[in-house]
Every structure is written in structure tokens, then in C-alpha cells.
């Protein structure tokens, strides 16, 4: 499985943005797809998640109301709506797939990712 996530740039603070992730060489319908962000010296860290159907997403608390996933299995793809964007949401943020039905939390949990589309918020 690639994935490939697009869509971010640079925006103000208080924007909205929505990035994109697709993926190629087999379909990830029964898998569980989520999205990780990694600021500069900071590690990588949880934003949302979502399983194989689309039901159950999970965020993480600083995300909850502002951000929200979803996937499109007819296109092999996931996408992460962004809203009341912060500067401390400036970070390269990375989709991911898990061989399972269901979402986690941990990175460790997901067996591909895709290169990262930088998103950048300015005050």
C-alpha cells in the first residue's frame, strides 16, 4: 500500500483547510486509516483516527470540534477537515493505514504511511 497525502499549505490563523490522502497498489477498505502530525523538534503525535467503514472516528482532545475525518472507500481515500486552524497546528501531518478494522492511537499501531503534507498556520 502508498499513500499519498496533499492539500496542505500555508493559511492564516483562525482558516480552514482540508488535506487529503490517497492510496494506491490495493485497496484499504477493511483497513482502519488514521492521521498523525509531527511538529519541528517535537515527536509525532495522535490527530484523528477512523475505521475501515467510516464509523467510530476518534481525535485527540486539542482536535476534538476542530478537526474531523472521514474516508471515501470508493476512492481509496481519507481526508482531514481542519477548522479554527492554530499556529501550533503548523506541523508535516502524515496519513497512515493498520492492517485492522479498527483505529488506534499509537503510530506503532499502523504498518504504512504515507511522505507528509506540510501544513503551516501563521499568526
Known amino acids: 500500500v502508498q499513500l499519498q497525502a496533499s492539500g496542505g499549505g500555508t493559511v492564516q490563523a483562525g482558516d480552514s483547510l482540508r488535506i487529503s490522502c490517497v492510496a494506491s497498489?490495493?485497496?484499504?477498505?477493511?483497513?482502519?486509516m488514521g492521521w498523525f502530525r509531527q511538529a519541528p523538534g517535537k515527536e509525532r503525535e495522535f490527530v484523528a483516527a477512523i475505521s475501515y467503514s467510516g464509523e467510530t472516528p476518534g481525535y485527540a482532545d486539542s482536535m476534538r470540534g476542530r478537526f474531523s475525518i472521514s474516508r471515501d472507500n470508493s476512492r481509496n481515500a481519507i481526508f482531514l477537515q481542519m477548522i479554527s486552524l492554530r499556529p501550533e497546528d503548523t506541523a508535516v501531518y502524515y496519513c497512515a493505514a493498520r492492517r485492522s478494522l479498527w483505529p488506534h492511537a499509537n503510530a506503532r499501531e499502523y504498518d504504512f504511511w504515507g511522505q507528509g503534507t506540510q501544513v503551516t498556520v501563521s499568526s
Open positions: 497498489g490495493s485497496s484499504v477498505g477493511n483497513y482502519a
